[in-house]
Nanobody, 124 residues
Framework: QVQLVESGGGLVQAGGSLRLSCAAS????????TGWFRQAPGKEREFVAA????????YYTDSVKGRFTISRDYGKNTVSLQMNSLKPEDTAVYYC?????????????????WGQGTQVTVSL
């Protein structure tokens, strides 16, 4: 079992920045991948970014490339999502998730373990 706790959401004006963190505990593995997903009201959950624990390869959905950066603090088992130049359309509940298969995370927006979610609201 892996437990995930997200933090860092909030309200920010368009053009501003927020940093989300996802702390993992439990039976973690160096083969895991951490993904960030978001779900806006009335919309399906969508993949945002992911990082593979081994090697640190990163993946982003097109709409956030150049604005969001995913990174991992190996010592703290924490993955962060730095979000810059935020837009109102980034408003959503953001979830972090962990899985052993990066393809399942990136291509199918699926994962075995999920956090509780944190609200990000971007105002005009």
């Amino acid at each position: 079992q892996v437990q995930l706790v997200e933090s860092g959401g909030g309200l920010v004006q368009a053009g501003g920045s927020l940093r989300l963190s996802c702390a993992a505990s439990g039976r973690t593995s160096s083969s895991y991948v951490t993904g960030w997903f978001r779900q806006a009201p009335g919309k399906e959950r969508e993949f945002v970014a992911a990082i593979r624990w081994s090697g640190g390869s990163t993946y982003y959905t097109d709409s956030v490339k150049g604005r969001f950066t995913i990174s991992r603090d190996y010592g703290k088992n924490t993955v962060s999502l730095q979000m810059n130049s935020l837009k109102p359309e980034d408003t959503a509940v953001y979830y972090c998730a962990v899985d052993s298969d990066y393809r399942r995370v990136i291509l199918a927006s699926r994962a075995e373990y999920w956090g509780q979610g944190t609200q990000v609201t971007v105002s005009l």
